[in-house]
């Protein structure tokens, strides 16, 4: 922690510069990003309003770093994944009963397109297997007033 530092070494230390935990544009602005930059498409449009689903997320990102919003966004992104290995699974073990052929490339592609959709329940399910790392308000309120006694831009 950085009050735990000795004065001598914050001497030495040309900039100290804390980074806040960022605010309900910047988290939405992040998911946005993070979630259109995997093979999966983002689609919330069966559910009516995607962006208001959106903002109902960021809402309950808030108090989470930068980091943790990118965590999140993967496993959101990994649950579609998972799905269509499962999906692969259940097609190869249908392959090896007599009689049945092995999945073309065609068939593979179909499934990819169809199938690597990040939906509203993937959101909420990465939701609830993520958590903070960023700590608590009284850590942020500690950390805020330490940058405005020793810290330097």
């Excluded at 690597?116 to 700590?135: F, H, P, Q, Y």
């Amino acid at each position: 922690m950085p009050w735990d530092l000795d004065q001598a070494l914050l001497r030495r230390l040309e900039k100290r510069v804390f980074v806040p935990l960022p605010n309900a544009n910047a988290r939405l602005s992040m998911l946005k990003s993070y979630l259109s930059s995997n093979e999966c498409t983002l689609n919330l449009r069966d559910t009516g309003n995607s962006e208001s689903i959106l903002l109902d997320i960021v809402n309950q990102l808030e108090g989470q770093s930068g980091a943790d919003i990118k965590s999140f966004s993967k496993e959101a992104a990994m649950r579609p994944v998972r799905r269509l290995l499962a999906k692969l699974e259940d097609m190869e073990s249908d392959c090896n009963r007599p009689n049945k052929t092995a999945i073309s490339g065609d068939i593979l592609k179909g499934l990819m397109k169809r199938m690597l959709v990040i939906n509203e329940d993937d959101l909420k399910g990465s939701l609830a297997c993520t958590s903070s790392t960023a700590g608590n308000s009284d850590l942020h309120a500690r950390y805020s007033k330490w940058t405005s006694d020793f810290g330097s831009a």
